[in-house]
């Protein structure tokens, strides 16, 4: 067959995703979901060299996350017809993240599975425990070094690359990591079951003198189970066991995503929302060293992480029908907006001595330029449309 550069990148592929306990499911197409990112593997256009109608495969079992790995295609780049140009490596592309010991052979996979899933045993201590529509939840604590769990955390980071963007793996060999695995937990005919439903991990640094800061890292909830609620739960359950802990001064996240963002906006809130220093008669008064000192105190909040908190409950204590009240609201944020924009400024006077008069009036100008008017704006109205998401959530709850 003659091939024509066009045909040889497949942008287009599908990639599927199942979550299976027994054999007959592995045959049932209709409980299908597909990863959000791929770039991390196959580049920032997500493309496939050599194949056409190109699908891949990947199982999971729901407790072991004993891992198959196949794909089909209808035609495949032939060396002998096109200069020796050969077909990407999918294999070898997905080994670099999948675990070792991935099946490929799908009939040996299923015999195997339900061995894998009726032995499993979930790893660590339970910390907490729910029921939600009818279902049992337990969340457990598990170090780095319990035994047998390295291998099976190489089974489940590999999500991570699936669903965050910027997810990178970490050194489990580090025993200063923590992970809180979320399972659900079932009967299945005789036996009792716990399918994997989400986890976060924690790396605690040191805190001058003598504390701990302890960072979250990553946490995921897996597309089955995702928009019921329970990142909301893994959060706050891994929050009242840190409350607890007096070496832990207070608790920030590792380059958070949008949706982590979010979560823990809302989980913050709720929590704050108890403190008498964010009582709404105090709202209006502007934030305060003591709302800053209350929320690390008590519940291990960040005072980065407390601003926005406040700036989050006053927005839904404003009136904003009432147009001087929301004014000072709105004036009050963008004034912590306007920082970097005052930093810049007085690093110019710096250099004032520096530079010639023409350029140092040439930076001058365009340090107040209208783009930074609009720029400003622009940023305080994205925020303010965050804040208002945030918002919406709680008073659901």
């Given amino acids: 067959m003659a091939w024509m550069e066009s045909e040889m990148i497949t942008n287009y592929f599908r990639f599927v995703l199942y979550i299976v306990t027994h054999a007959d499911q592995v045959l049932d197409q209709s409980q299908a979901f597909h990863p959000e990112y791929t770039h991390q593997l196959f580049g920032d256009n997500e493309a496939i060299f050599g194949y056409s109608d190109l699908e891949i495969k990947l199982y999971y079992g729901s407790s072991s996350l004993l891992t198959y790995f196949g794909l089909t295609y209808s035609d495949k780049i032939d060396p002998s017809n096109s200069d020796g140009v050969k077909a990407d490596d999918i294999v070898q592309i997905l080994s670099e993240i999948l675990p070792q010991g991935f099946y490929t052979n799908l009939d040996e996979y299923m015999r195997v599975l339900e061995r894998e899933e009726s032995k ?96 979250i890292s990553q946490i995921i909830v897996l597309p089955p189970f995702q928009k019921n609620g329970h990142g909301a739960k893994l959060l706050e359950s891994y929050y009242s066991l840190a409350e607890k802990d007096d070496d832990i001064l207070d608790i920030t996240a590792e380059d958070p995503s949008e949706n ?129 998401s945030i918002i919406e959530k709680l008073a659901l709850y």
């Fill in 120 to 215: 499993f045993k979930p790893f660590g201590e339970i910390i907490n425990n729910y029921s939600l529509n009818d279902q049992t939840f337990e969340i457990r604590k598990v170090s780095a070094d319990t035994p047998g769990f390295k291998a099976y955390h190489e089974r489940l980071r590999t999500f991570l690359i699936w669903y965050i963007e910027t997810a990178s793996f970490i050194d489990d060999d580090d025993d200063k990591w923590t992970f809180y695995l979320l399972f659900r937990k079932r009967k299945d005919q005789e036996s009792i079951r716990y399918d994997i439903v989400g986890y976060m991990t924690v790396y605690d640094y040191y805190a001058y003198p003598d504390k701990i800061r302890s960072r």
């Fill in 260 to 388: 982590f963002i979010s979560l823990r906006d809302f989980v913050d809130c709720r929590r704050c929302a108890r403190l008498p220093a964010f009582s709404t008669s105090n709202l209006h008064e502007g934030f305060c060293e003591n709302m800053a000192n209350e929320a690390r105190t008590k519940l291990k909040i960040h005072k980065k992480q407390a601003r926005r908190v406040y700036e989050i409950l006053r927005l839904k204590a404003t009136d904003r029908s009432n147009s001087k009240e929301y004014q000072a609201y709105k004036n009050y944020v963008k004034r912590r907006l306007s920082l970097p924009f005052k930093r810049e400024e007085k690093d110019l006077m710096k250099l004032q001595k520096f530079l010639k008069p023409e350029e140092y009036k040439a930076a001058i100008m365009q340090a107040n330029s209208q783009d930074k008017i609009q720029i400003l704006n622009d940023s305080y109205k994205a925020t303010e449309e965050a804040y208002l």
